[in-house]
């Protein structure tokens, strides 16, 4: 599988494409990450709605308003739904994943260990921040305007070959779920 038109797509220039929700949902939608329309089990087409209650800010709805008034999550039957497992240790702040994102939250309390008893642990991420602080002080701190600089720290990391970082993971995530 080929995408060309990732071959030569910075990281910088994709947080640029998708530095808001609609600019993200729009990108994701033009290349297969999310479904560019949805059908009602009534058999209706759905059409996407702005909505201050969804956690993307955007639903799909049915069209058939009289008789039916189902709405699924632009997420439904995407990657995003079917891979996307927040891990996360105890901090209370965490208890509103679900409720705030719509995924699965699964949790490790450090009181009893670095990983719990299912496997879920915070060690991988918690190793990227120290890199990327560190990196962050031999570069004697950041600006607000150079945070997405850790988006590109995190795929430099990752995957060495520049060239094939986002080729990569689109391939990847296409092939293993597809819309």
């Known amino acids: 599988m080929n995408f060309p038109a990732f071959n030569s797509l910075s990281s910088m220039e994709l947080t640029n494409a ?7 949902v729009d990108w994701a939608m033009q290349h297969g990450l999310l479904s560019s329309g949805m059908t ?14 969804a956690a993307d ?25 079917k891979c996307t497992t927040i891990w996360s240790d105890k901090w209370a702040a965490y208890a509103n994943i679900p409720r705030v994102t719509g995924l699965a939250h699964d949790t490790v309390n450090h009181r ?8 879920v642990h915070t060690n991988a ?5 120290k890199c990327a602080k560190d990196k962050f ?13 850790c988006l590109e720290f995190m795929w430099q990391r990752g995957i060495k070959d520049r060239d094939e970082r986002f080729q990569t993971a689109l ?6 779920y597809p819309v």
Request: proline letters at 1%; aromatic letters at 10%.
């Open 18 to 24: 998708i530095n808001t929700k609609q600019k993200a």
């Open 40 to 53: 009602c089990v009534c058999g209706k087409v759905m059409r996407l709605y702005n909505s201050k209650k």
């Open 57 to 81: 800010e955007q639903i799909w709805r049915c069209t058939n308003h009289t008789a039916c008034s189902r709405t699924k999550s632009i997420r439904n039957g995407s990657f995003y739904e």
């Open 112 to 119: 009893y260990g670095f990983v719990a008893p299912n496997g």
């Open 125 to 129: 991420i918690e190793n990227l921040w």
């Open 137 to 149: 002080k031999r570069m004697h701190g950041t600006c607000d305007d150079h945070v997405s600089s």
């Open 171 to 176: 391939e990847l995530i296409r092939t293993y």
